[in-house]
């Protein structure tokens, strides 16, 4: 992963709206969810709720699909992945200290 995408992901996450919005997604897996669902859990209106979603969209964190009337986000795992790549090896060098905290339940 380039540094420049990496900077936008950790951009788009660095909000409690949006953290919470991945929050969501993760579990549901490949089905996804609809975005009045996800507005509705977030406690967001439907203008902030798009800001949201088009940001996590752009950083390349979520997809979107049209299902008849509504439109389903899921997670791109597969980013996400690079992402922690990225910040284990690029930007810590694997160093075995902090990879061996990320052993632990331990919670920010």
């Known amino acids: 992963m380039e540094k420049t995408r990496a900077l936008d992901a950790f951009a788009a996450l660095a909000h409690e709206t949006r953290l919470d919005i991945v929050r969501q ?3 549901k897996g490949h089905s996804g969810m609809n975005a009045g669902e996800i507005g509705r859990l977030s406690n967001v209106s439907a203008s902030r709720l798009s800001f949201h979603l088009a940001a996590l969209e752009n950083a390349g964190l979520i997809t ?3 299902e008849s009337r509504n439109v389903i986000y899921r997670v791109q795992h597969q980013k996400f992945g690079d992402l922690i790549s990225y910040l284990m090896n690029d930007c810590c060098g694997a160093d ?3 990879c061996a905290c ?3 339940d331990s919670k920010l």
Do not use: E, F, T, Y
């Open 25 to 27: 997604l993760v579990p």
């Open 102 to 104: 990320m052993q632990h």
């Open 96 to 98: 075995p200290q902090i």
């Open 64 to 66: 979107s699909r049209r």
